[in-house]
């Protein structure tokens, strides 16, 4: 996906989804991608959640499990989102 529709997905998703999709406490204030390899190798532009900050950071300190309790949701934000 190029740069400026993977900007306008994201916008879509912090739009659609003004509080964080894991604790759904706090504004969401980036986009947190579920699968990102090492330097942005296997970068899956497709698989994001909207996130705070705090939330983005447990992701990336926990990879794996975020991986696997995550990876659902992003498939469907970009079910509902990827056409923008």
Same mark, same amino acid.
């Not at 969401?28 to 699968?35: F, G, L, N, P, T």
């Given at each position: 996906?190029? @740069?400026?529709? $993977?900007?306008?997905?994201?916008? @879509?998703?912090?739009? *659609?989804?003004?509080?964080?999709?894991?604790?759904?406490?706090?504004?969401?204030?980036?986009?947190?991608?579920?699968?990102?390899?090492? !330097?942005?190798?296997?970068?899956?532009?497709? &698989?994001?959640? *909207?996130?705070?900050?705090?939330?983005?950071?447990?992701?990336?300190?926990? &990879?794996?499990?975020?991986?696997?309790?995550?990876?659902?949701? *992003?498939?469907? $934000?970009?079910?509902? !989102?990827?056409?923008?």
């Amino acid at each position: 996906m190029a @740069r400026s529709e $993977n900007r306008a997905y994201q916008l @879509r998703l912090l739009e *659609a989804y003004p509080l964080c999709q894991i604790c759904e406490k706090q504004q969401s204030i980036e986009c947190h991608h579920v699968r990102y390899g090492r !330097f942005g190798a296997d970068k899956d532009d497709s &698989k994001q959640i *909207a996130v705070c900050r705090e939330c983005h950071q447990w992701c990336h300190a926990h &990879k794996h499990e975020s991986i696997e309790k995550y990876e659902e949701v *992003a498939d469907e $934000n970009w079910q509902r !989102f990827g056409d923008c």
